[in-house]
């Protein structure tokens, strides 16, 4: 019996190889909005500018997560993604008369936190919106226009746990993904980082009593509660502020304006909060005020 | 501690009728091929046998029968009145008896001329390493490689090669030698030193079997000739008789060829 | 980057530990094992080649998993291990990083030692075995040491391949020297072709000492 669950488990662990899917009702499979293209695209950018291009060339490739329930992710049959990044994302390629739904048009490109930037440089992808913080480093090498979103890193624990917030884990080992911003937070917070290549290896860490609590985005960390009820609790406040943006081409900063026209729109119109309840809600989240825009460089 | 080769060592003397080595109704098959047919064969305590054949007729396979590295499917072997023990520590014990000289010298190539003669003494019998070593150049002088001790193996030359792996087995102070053609693998001018180390042995009266090509070993320090052919013994006659007065077709074919040249 | 070269440091500092303790008993492993596959009792001649076909066929990552996510159901973890040397902690997931490595490479050092066995004459056994030498004596003093000098280059593959499997253990909650990388590369975008460059000779520096001490290895036996 135990060896039954022993071979479930690792061969869950194999298929889905990262994600969630295996812990079950993830909350955030659900259809996403239905976004209509747009069609007043003749004369709308100017010529030459990368809009134009997109918009004229009808095609787009848009770098995602794919391991971030909520947020961006992707199961195994769907064809396309899913989350908050999506929801924006496909805002932003509806307004250059491109169909989101349409996956001949949009190549959904999965970005890992290591790749983002080389995907941008090398123009693999033309924009990025995978839980992509603004950070001064990165705008050294790739342009980043937002926020869009407004988290801050809380702690996940057992749910029977007594640890209170990030600084009950000073010098305590505490899970994040390797790479990640999160887990320099943890660092910096006194604590003693361990990098997984997912959070639902982290979670599953939790689970098993290997380490205490993990760390990440309060949204990712509510999602995860959510997926394992009863068994994990987010507590503490905020103890970092990420900025997450859309990341695009440095050579080609006129995006900058014009991702930021759509976004402002959005918050306006009520399609960004309308895609936050639908995406993040689930998870328990109560829908914030948008954002404030930075200026464009 | 040399070879005259027409005048015989009269060994007949020490030769007493005490049994050492017996093999009873011996048979071995490789696959279907039958390499030893009911092989009976005594030797006496002290005594010199030599057996020869032509290749593939199984005499190496009887010699290495004794010591079981090669196991026999049926029939019995006896040294000293014990049966041959199966694998094992038993077996270990009883090969520590039987020294064996091969034809390739098989010294171990990563150990030192001494160390090859001590590794036995001190790993099997026990021996202090001091008193492993002093019994090793004596050994190694006796058969005049004691200025080789400390070289490796690979920087003597066959015969110094051969005359050591007579000392290594001498070493273990067996009841019984066994000589798989120890000079087939010499160039003719080497020859001569291993056999002057093995007829010394012989006069030294060691139980010893040979198998091997040199007649006039046979001829000088054999106290009997053994003659195999087709995994069967055809012919067990004292040197003289058998060189001159050959029984068998083929004990005659054998010698003619061979004494030809 | 060289604000960070205690960082660089430290996640080398977990490779060549990880290293060290993992060749240390993988090669003890790998040694019970050829003696397993080359012995005269059939059952672990069949335990050994079993143990080699499986492991050895099974993926890295595979088997990090599996002490990971399976073995903590079957009731195997590592959660005790809690060793903490001057600012380097060797906790679970060092622990299950070398429980895992050691396993895997041992089969690629019993397979390397098992061609060295192959290389030794058969005589050489026969002449151990003639003079009354158990089976252990036989391996430990005549087949064994020469398997070795002849397995030397093998060997050195099998651990500079395992010296470069520890990055594995960077996706494992373990902070070495990849995962130091990876977590710098995040941090400074900018400087990610200079992070890469210092790491990459991390990795080249490393295995060259270990290619070094094979070399001389090969050397002091060549005259035996």
């Known amino acids: 019996m135990r060896w039954r669950k022993a071979f479930a488990a690792t061969a869950a ?88 739904a349409d996956t001949s048009k949009v190549n959904w490109e999965e970005t890992i936190s290591d790749n983002r930037e080389p995907f941008l440089e090398s123009g693999k992808v033309d924009i990025v919106l995978a839980s992509y913080s603004i950070t001064e480093d990165r705008q050294k090498v790739v342009g980043q226009a937002g926020p869009y979103m407004v988290t801050g890193q809380q702690v996940l624990v057992k749910a029977d746990s007594d640890i209170t917030g990030i600084d009950d884990l000073k010098g305590k080992e505490v899970c994040s993904v390797t790479g990640s911003t999160s887990l320099e937070n943890v660092k910096a917070k006194g604590a003693k980082g361990v990098g997984a290549d997912s959070y639902s290896e982290c979670a599953e860490k939790v689970l098993d009593g290997t380490y205490r609590a993990m760390s990440t985005d309060g949204t990712i960390l509510a999602g995860l509660a959510a997926q394992n009820e009863g068994q994990l609790k987010v507590v503490g406040d905020q103890f970092s502020e990420e900025n997450i943006g859309v990341g695009f081409s440095k050579d080609r900063p006129e995006m900058c304006e014009w991702i930021d026209g759509v976004l402002s729109k959005s918050f306006e119109d009520g399609s960004w909060a309308d895609a936050f309840e639908l995406t993040l809600g689930p998870s328990g989240v109560d829908t914030p005020e948008p954002p404030t825009l930075q200026p464009c460089k | 501690m040399t070879v005259t080769d027409d005048v015989p060592v009269d060994n007949t ?114 021996q202090s390493k001091a008193q492993a070593e002093d019994r090793a150049r004596d050994l190694l002088d006796r058969v005049g490689v004691a200025h080789q001790a400390d070289k490796y193996p690979a920087q003597l030359s066959g015969g110094q090669q051969q ?95 061979i004494l030809k040249h | 980057m060289l604000d960070n070269l205690d960082e660089l440091f430290k996640g080398f500092g977990y490779t060549l530990f990880l290293f060290l303790v993992s060749a240390v008993a993988s090669l003890v492993l790998g040694t019970v094992l050829v003696a397993m596959r080359v012995g005269p009792i059939g059952v672990l001649r069949a335990v050994g080649a079993i143990y080699v076909s499986v492991v050895r ?80 004596g036989v391996m430990t003093q005549v087949v064994l040491p020469q398997a070795v000098r002849a397995s030397v280059p093998p060997l050195a593959s099998a651990l500079i391949a395992m010296l470069k499997n520890t990055s594995v253990a960077g996706v494992f909650f373990l902070a070495e020297a990849l995962a130091t990388m990876r977590g710098l590369t995040n941090d400074y975008s900018s400087e990610r072709i200079g992070i890469f460059a210092c790491f990459a000779v991390g990795y080249i520096l490393l295995v060259e000492i270990v290619s070094m001490i094979s070399l001389g290895f090969e050397r002091r036996w060549r005259i035996a």
């Open chain 2, 13 to 126: 003397a020490r030769r007493s009728g005490d049994p050492l080595v017996e093999l009873v109704d011996v048979q071995k098959w490789y696959g279907g091929l039958h390499v030893l047919q009911d092989i009976n064969l005594t030797v006496g305590r002290g005594e010199v046998v030599v057996v020869i054949g032509p290749s593939g007729s199984g005499k190496s396979t009887l010699c290495r029968t004794i010591n079981r590295l090669e196991p026999i499917d049926s029939g019995q072997i006896l040294v000293d009145g014990a049966a041959l023990p199966q694998e094992g520590k038993a077996l270990a014990r009883h090969r520590a008896d039987v020294g064996m000289v091969f034809q390739s010298f098989n010294l171990f190539a990563h150990k030192t001329i001494l160390e090859n003669v001590t590794l036995g003494p001190i790993k099997v019998r026990k």
């Open chain 2, 163 to 257: 005359r050591v792996a007579i000392a290594r087995a001498l070493a273990m102070e067996p009841k019984v030698m066994l000589f798989d053609e120890p000079t087939s693998a010499l160039d003719p001018e080497m020859i001569k030193e291993v056999l002057d180390v093995m007829v010394d042995l012989a006069e030294r009266g060691m139980t010893m079997i040979v198998v091997t090509h040199e007649m006039g070993f046979a001829r000088t320090a054999a106290n009997r000739v053994v003659f195999m052919a087709d995994g069967r013994i055809l012919e067990t006659a004292d040197p003289h008789t058998f060189f001159t007065n050959p029984q068998s077709d083929r004990a005659k074919d054998f010698l003619g060829k």
């Open chain 1, 13 to 100: 662990t194999l298929v889905v190889a990262g994600s969630l899917a295996a812990c079950g009702d993830a909350g955030n499979d659900k259809e996403g909005r239905d976004v209509k293209a747009k069609s007043d695209c003749d004369g709308k950018f100017e010529d030459g500018s990368r809009m134009a291009e997109l918009a004229d060339a009808g095609k787009i490739n848009v770098g995602v997560k794919y391991d971030q329930p909520g947020l961006g992710f992707k199961g195994a049959t769907d064809d396309v993604p899913s989350g908050f990044d999506i929801e924006i994302a496909k805002l932003l390629v509806a307004d250059l008369c491109i169909d989101p």
């Open chain 3, 57 to 136: 066929n099974t993926p890295l990552v595979l088997i990090f998993i599996f002490f990971h996510f399976a073995a903590p159901i079957l009731g195997i973890n590592f959660r005790w291990v809690q060793v903490h040397v001057g600012g380097f902690d060797f906790t679970s997931a060092f622990a299950t990083a070398f429980v895992a490595l050691s396993l895997y490479t041992a089969c690629f050092v019993c397979e390397a030692l098992r061609s060295g066995v192959n290389a030794v004459p058969m005589g050489q056994a026969e002449a151990a075995r003639a003079i009354g030498l158990p089976f252990g």
